[in-house]
């Protein structure tokens, strides 16, 4: 099936980048958000980043203009049941999720696929629910989406080769690379990522380090390009402690237990740099260490 269009539920950080790539790749694009302050928000932020590219020589003028033009918001769902290809990207909340594709089935067109960009979420459980469990799969891209070149493809259980297929085929398109993983809890990137972050995270609860050391020993000891918990304020605390509680949960571990001190800052509002405090505050010029 050829991809014209494409729908993006949800317009944070990862649907304004979403939205940024496809429609640099030519594709045309609807997306939508229940707040129209993150529509406006997605829309400027999408054109700061391609004139940045611009900027570099990576793109030219007349890209960002082709590509602006080619982006359309709206607050109505419905709106998106008409595009070829879904990629939900909303809130990391199973019931949140689940009410949107609820909410998009009777205006969906037949031949439609539906994705989601959870990072954590079972695509099986979230495709039974919908009328087309054979064209549903995990379409999951890395933050920040304009940068990094890896979207993993999960296969629900029903997921058939043709929608596979065409999802790897947008993934070239845009450039990137596809990994493909099986539908088992945060699937490969964040199985392997969320517990060493929430490992950082202990070991900061427990005293072993400060944030400024154990980021400093991972960039330097380890070659990390950024510290664990300058990249959990990065992906947002909200949804680390998501993804953590679907490990614990779906694989039934105590060692994916998360760690009190993220539940705290959750708790207390601090999700990183998208409300501008976590385990740095960067309401200043600098970052500085919460702790
Ligand atoms: P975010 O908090 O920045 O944005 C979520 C957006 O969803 C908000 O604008 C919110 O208004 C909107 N929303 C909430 N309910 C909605 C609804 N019913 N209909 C339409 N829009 C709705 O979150 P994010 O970091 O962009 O994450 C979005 C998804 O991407 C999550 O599933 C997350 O797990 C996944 N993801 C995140 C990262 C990351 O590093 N942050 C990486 C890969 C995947």
Known sequence: MAVKTVGVIGAGQMGNGIAHVMALAGYDVLLNDVSQDALDKAKSVIEKNLDRQASRGAISEDDVKAALARITTSLTLSDVGQTDLVIESATERESVKQAIFEDLLPSLKPDTILTSNTSSISITRLASRTDRPERFMGFHFMNPVPVMKLVELIRGIATDEATFNTCREVVERLGKTS????????????????????????????????IESIDTSMKLGAAHPMGPLELADFIGLDTCLAIMNVLHDGLADTKYRPCPLLTKYVEAGWLGRKTQRGFYDYRGDTPVPTR
Do not use: C, H, K, Q
């Not at 493909?180 to 900061?204: C, K």
């Open 179 to 210: 990994a493909s993983a099986e539908d088992f809890p945060a699937f490969i990137v964040n199985r392997i990522l969320m517990p060493m972050i929430n490992e950082a995270v202990y070991t900061l609860y427990e005293g072993v380090g400060s």
